[in-house]
């Protein structure tokens, strides 16, 4: 298969397409397969693409990997909707059958079923030659065969509009409302009856200015978590709203390589000042990043930050958590059927472990995609995770390896396999635990 190329003058992107999908019909089905593809994983990216170096060069990549390149003889084919034809319609309509050896995530006396999951979605993306939106959504119904307590409905929607400023500017919002169970094995998972049920709506406003070698970017984001009651554990205290606010400063010291500066702030206000525990949890905190970003040929993208995080709690008995702070991620196409992928991040996250201020979770993850033919893809991936419960004298570890295939028969339907394992260390007793779960998956495409 012959690889895209793109080109990179500053911080546009220019890509060839492929045969007749030059013209304008065909440009719009591909703007849109490929929106299709990419557009959750991007949006974010896609909100800074006219003022960030190093966005566009992250998106650049992403494109052109395995999992996410167009495949015209195998991308759905999608509905042209809206004024002047300029919108691309993708639905979805998922069927998926999971078996776990270990539902409840427990260190003994494993409990074992069978799942199976229906997952309908549709994905609204703009063709327009200047500005873009995505609107979408997806839900997830699992029914157990054995343990019905353990059913759950989740869904994700989503919105983002991108206003194109000038030649180097944009500003650009999304809007998503979630609803979530917390997994069994969580040091949060409380172990009621029935899984934490949780709602988070959120708003990012991210603007962003490029002129010459310098690029510009602030974000600020806005969120609320609700929490349902679980059995009979009372889940008001967990309410909250967070805020957050993140610049960016970038020079492009040579085409394709930047440095950065970036600085954060962000508030956790609980609605309840004082929690069922008597802990004032509300807190505020700060982040500083250096570092760099770094294209390589085009179709490669690595960026590094490191910097310093502190998180300060109203409740003196609290104890702050601080120390070194770091993110990153890398796209690396070595060949064309081959992609690699790694993050890496640090981030405070709250936590109902008690006597605990918050957990200091350090995540890193790789992860191969192998294109063994143009319509089967592999992949295999390895996650590991460090969580320090500060106050609480716990350490968690969490390894998770997964392998899986994609198998598309033409552009309406795709099958798909997997097996995951996890295996959590603890240092508190009975934390830990060992899971496998295999999975087998067929989607329509349309």
């Known amino acids: 298969m012959q690889r895209r190329r793109s080109t990179i003058p500053g911080s546009k992107i220019q890509a060839r397409g492929r045969g007749d999908e030059t013209a304008p019909a065909g440009r719009a089905m591909r703007h849109a397969r490929r929106g299709f593809g990419v557009a959750v994983a991007v949006a974010a990216a896609a909100a800074g693409v006219s003022g960030d170096h190093g966005t566009a060069l992250a998106q650049t990549a992403l494109e052109d990997s395995v999992a996410n390149r167009a495949r015209p003889d195998f991308d759905p084919i999608g509905i042209v909707v809206g004024p002047a034809k300029s919108f691309g319609l993708f639905p979805t309509l998922g069927f998926a059958t999971e078996y776990t050896d270990n539902l409840f995530r427990a260190k003994n006396s494993k409990v074992s079923d069978e799942i ?202 609290l104890k702050p958590v601080a120390g070194l702070s770091f993110s990153g991620r890398l796209t690396w196409n070595p060949t064309d059927i081959l992609t690699v992928n790694g993050t890496l991040r640090r981030l405070v996250r709250e936590t109902t472990v008690v006597g605990a201020s918050a957990a200091f979770s350090s995540v890193f993850k790789l992860k191969a995609d192998y294109e063994l033919r143009d319509n089967l893809l592999l992949n295999t991936s390895v996650e590991y995770e460090i969580e320090e419960f500060k106050g609480a004298n716990r350490t968690d570890d969490l390894l998770t390896l997964e392998l899986g295939a994609r198998y598309m028969l033409g552009s309406l339907v795709s099958l798909g396999g997997g097996w995951t394992f996890e295996d959590r260390g603890s240092d508190a007793p009975g934390g830990g635990y060992t899971a496998n779960t295999a999975r087998l998956s067929a989607t329509l495409r349309f």
């Open 116 to 317: 199976f999951l229906v997952s309908p979605g549709f994905n609204l993306r703009s063709d327009w030659i200047r500005h873009g939106m995505v609107i979408g959504a997806t839900a997830t119904i699992a029914r157990h065969v054995e343990n019905s307590s353990e059913n759950w409905v989740d869904f994700d929607t989503y919105a983002t509009g991108r206003l194109d400023i000038g030649d180097g500017g944009s500003l650009a919002a999304t809007a998503k409302l979630r609803r979530g169970h917390e997994a069994r094995g969580s040091p949060d998972d409380q172990v009621q009856t029935e899984p934490t049920v949780f709602y988070v709506g959120s708003l990012d406003i991210t603007g962003a200015y490029a002129v010459d070698a310098l690029a510009f970017r602030a974000e600020l984001s806005a969120r609320r978590r609700n929490f349902l009651d679980a059995g009979l554990l009372n889940n008001d205290d967990r309410d909250r709203n967070e805020y957050a606010l993140r610049g960016r400063v970038a020079y492009e010291v040579v085409p394709g390589s930047a440095a950065f500066v970036e600085g954060a702030i962000d508030i956790r206000d609980f609605d309840k000042r004082v929690d069922d525990n008597g802990l004032r949890r509300s807190s505020n905190g700060y982040e500083l990043l250096a570092g760099g970003s770094f294209d390589i040929s085009g179709v490669t993208f690595a960026e590094i930050g490191l910097g310093y995080r502190r998180q300060e709690f109203d409740d003196p008995t």
